[in-house]
């Protein structure tokens, strides 16, 4: 069954705007990844948050995680049009269960 | 970083024939490997977890007979989809765990785009 579960499903931006983007699980994690997917490839990696930390940064990426709420936030500063992708979070429990993602698109 | 390298990247195969994708991590040992199953706009539904020298552990709902995983080495594990069937069509893509690396992170391959006529 999933896990994660992100919104919006899909999100439209311009150039330069910034894109946030959330994932809410439903157990207890050790930590919270996020990754993108261009059209018909594999995932990437993108950032990793542990279960004991409240904020990551890696350049234009910033990552909350609240386990209180069991939610995390993804935001991408300064966006461009190769950001375009769809985003997913994954959480590890006992194994890694993808969200169903967020689908974004940046318009030039 | 990392690299896992999938093949092939697309296939096209009659129904009733099996087909085989292998998933290689090329620069480093992997003793897990997941697969993977995506269909359009969709997420990744977990399928099952290809460890090493052993019987591959598979989610519910997943017909072990239907979906062969071998993990022979530790760097190779492959997805046999027998007896193929138009609605096997989809997205497979692998993953694999970096023994000592960052905790949890997978490293995927390219996805393999299956299509039964």
């Known amino acids: 069954s999933q896990q994660g579960e992100e919104d919006p499903q899909a999100l439209s931006i311009q150039e330069g705007e910034n894109a946030t983007m959330n994932c809410s699980y439903k157990?207890?994690?050790?930590?919270l990844q996020w990754y993108r997917q261009n059209s018909g490839r594999g995932l990437v990696h993108l950032i990793l948050?542990?279960?004991?930390?409240r904020e990551k940064h890696s350049g234009r990426l910033r990552v909350t995680l609240d386990t209180s709420k069991k939610s995390s936030s993804l935001l991408i500063t300064a966006s461009r049009a190769a950001d375009t992708a769809s985003y997913f979070c994954?959480?590890?429990?006992?194994?890694?269960?993808f969200g169903k993602g967020t689908r974004l698109h940046i318009l030039p | 970083g990392a690299v896992v390298s999938q093949h092939p990247s697309w296939v096209i195969c009659k129904s009733g024939t099996s087909v085989k994708i292998e998933c290689r991590s090329l620069?480093?040992?992997?003793?897990?490997m997941f697969w993977y199953r995506q269909f359009p706009k969709q997420s990744l539904m977990l399928m099952a977890t290809?460890?090493?020298?052993?019987?591959?552990?598979?989610e519910q709902g997943v017909e072990k007979d239907k979906f062969l995983i071998n993990h022979a080495s530790l760097t190779l594990s492959t997805l046999t989809v027998t007896s193929a069937h138009p609605e096997d069509s989809s997205f497979y893509i692998c993953?694999?765990?970096?023994?000592?690396?960052?905790?949890?992170?997978?490293?995927f391959g390219e996805g393999s785009r299956l299509t039964v006529l």
């Open positions: 993953s694999a765990v970096l023994e000592g690396g960052l905790t949890g992170e997978l490293f």
């Open positions: 157990t207890s994690i050790n930590n």
């Open positions: 948050i542990r279960s004991n930390e």
């Open positions: 994954a959480t590890d429990s006992d194994k890694i269960i």
């Open positions: 620069d480093f040992q992997a003793t897990t």
């Open positions: 290809s460890n090493e020298g052993s019987k591959a552990t598979y």
